[in-house]
C-alpha cells in the first residue's frame, strides 16, 4: 500500500531534550516537506527537500532541522524543543511535480 | 503577509444542498490551485484541481472555479454529504518546484 508513514503519532516531552520524529515513503516520490498545523494559523510549511542531499527552509524554519540521506526518508529534528513547538506535524511526498502532496497522519507533539 | 486567505473559518450546510467554499489569493504569479481535504486524526487528502489556464474543473459531486482577474477560487460539493464533514484547505503554487502555500482552512459541517 502507498503511504507516508510517521513515528511517533504522540509524543510528550520536556523543554530541551532532543527529539526526532521519522517520516518515509514507500511511492519513491522525489519531493518530501515537513508542516505544523496550528489553531488559526493552518498548515506551513517548516521544511522541504526536493531531492537526496538537497534541503530548503520553509516558512517557519526555526528550531527545526531536517536530513534527506535517503529518498525514502526525511526525518524533522528538534535539538532543543520549547513549548511554542507544541504542534501537530505532517509529513508529505510528492512525485516529481509536487503540486499533489500525500500526507502522513500526523505526530502529536506536546512540550512542557 | 498571507497569500492564501479563507475567510471563513466554518460553514454549515444541510444535505443535499450546495456547499461553497472560498478562498482568495495575492500573489498573481500563482498558476496551480488545490483543495485538500483534512478529517480528524488524519492527514489532509488530495481532493481536486485546477491549473490557471482553466477557469473549471469538475470530479463527480466536485467542481473547483478559477476567477483569476479577481484572484478568487471556489469549491462547489453538490449535493453535500455528511460525510463531506471535514477541515478543508486551498492552497496554491508557482511554476517549478516551490511550495505549496495553504490557506487557514474551513470546517465544513454538512447536518443530516
Known amino acids: 500500500e502507498a503511504q507516508v508513514t510517521q513515528n511517533p503519532r504522540y509524543l510528550i516531552t520536556v523543554t530541551g531534550k532532543k527529539l526526532t520524529v521519522t517520516c518515509s515513503q514507500n511511492?519513491?516520490?522525489?519531493?518530501m516537506s515537513w508542516y505544523r498545523q496550528d489553531p488559526g494559523l493552518g498548515l506551513r510549511q517548516i521544511y522541504y527537500?526536493?531531492?537526496?542531499?538537497?534541503?530548503d527552509k520553509g516558512d517557519v524554519p526555526e528550531g527545526y532541522k531536517v536530513s534527506r540521506k535517503e529518498k525514502r526518508n526525511f526525518p524533522l529534528i528538534l535539538e532543543s524543543p520549547s513549548p511554542n513547538q507544541t504542534s501537530l506535524y505532517f509529513c508529505?511526498?510528492?512525485?516529481?511535480?509536487?503540486?499533489?502532496?500525500?500526507f502522513g497522519p500526523g505526530t502529536r507533539l506536546l512540550v512542557l | 503577509d498571507q497569500q492564501v486567505k479563507q475567510n471563513s473559518p466554518s460553514l454549515s450546510v444541510q444535505e443535499g444542498r450546495i456547499s461553497i467554499l472560498n478562498c482568495d489569493y495575492t500573489?498573481?504569479?500563482?498558476?496551480?490551485f488545490l483543495w485538500y481535504k483534512k478529517y480528524p486524526a488524519e492527514g489532509p487528502t488530495f481532493l481536486i484541481s485546477?491549473?490557471?489556464?482553466?477557469d473549471k474543473n469538475e470530479d463527480g459531486r466536485f467542481t473547483v472555479f478559477l476567477n483569476k482577474s479577481a484572484k478568487h477560487l471556489s469549491l462547489h460539493i453538490v449535493p453535500s454529504q455528511p460525510g463531506d464533514s471535514a477541515v478543508y484547505f486551498c492552497?496554491?503554487?508557482?511554476?517549478?518546484?516551490?511550495?505549496?502555500?495553504f490557506g487557514k482552512g474551513t470546517r465544513l459541517s454538512v447536518i443530516a
Open positions: 508529505a511526498s510528492s512525485p516529481e511535480n509536487q503540486e499533489t502532496q500525500y
Open positions: 511511492m519513491n516520490h522525489e519531493y
Open positions: 527537500s526536493m531531492n537526496v542531499e538537497v534541503t
Open positions: 500573489n498573481s504569479m500563482f498558476d496551480y
Open positions: 485546477i491549473s490557471s489556464i482553466k
Open positions: 492552497a496554491a503554487s508557482l511554476t517549478g518546484n516551490t511550495p505549496l502555500v
